[in-house]
């Protein structure tokens, strides 16, 4: 990963737990260790009433597509989009190649679509799949079908 581009409230969640996690006896191992990739990564964070981000974060106001681009660019590998109204919107405007989506064995009953109703369809295509030694499943998906 290069970077993280976050909305608030997927931030505000993260900035909640990984700033202290290495210090965290409960935390697995992967949690902590986790932690200082967390802190040091560059990330941005997409808010228009955010007023202070810390742990190497911009906070960026709109989502303006070539402005998008230039920090894709920048960034020294993957981008990471997290928050589902983020990602309808990187979608609508086109700025996403791959969807990565992790299943977790754990029923919530609740919570917000991973995916906004939308005018558009749009064909994916697997491209691999890994199941790791907790029961989480990842499957990577190439849009375009």
């Given at each position: 990963m290069g970077a993280f581009f976050e909305g608030r409230v997927t931030w505000e969640l993260m900035a909640s737990v990984w700033p202290t996690a290495d210090d965290e006896p409960g935390f697995t191992e992967a949690m902590r260790e986790f932690a200082p990739i967390w802190?040091?990564?560059?990330?941005?964070?997409?808010?228009?009433?955010?007023?202070?981000?810390?742990?190497?974060?911009?906070?960026?106001?709109?989502?303006?597509?070539?402005?998008?681009?230039?920090?894709?660019?920048?960034?020294?590998?993957?981008?990471?989009?997290?928050?589902?109204?983020?990602?309808?919107?990187?979608?609508?405007?086109?700025l996403v190649d791959e969807i990565h989506v992790y299943v977790h064995p754990v029923l919530i009953g609740r919570g917000k679509p991973m995916f906004r109703p939308a005018d558009l369809k749009t064909d994916l295509r697997l491209a691999g799949t890994h199941t790791f030694g907790n029961g989480v499943v990842l499957l990577r998906y190439e849009l375009g079908g």
């Open positions: 802190r040091t990564m560059p990330k941005y964070v997409f808010s228009r009433t955010l007023e202070r981000a810390d742990w190497n974060t911009t906070i960026v106001r709109e989502v303006v597509p070539e402005e998008i681009r230039a920090l894709c660019e920048k960034a020294n590998g993957d981008v990471v989009v997290g928050g589902a109204d983020l990602a309808s919107t990187f979608l609508r405007e086109g």
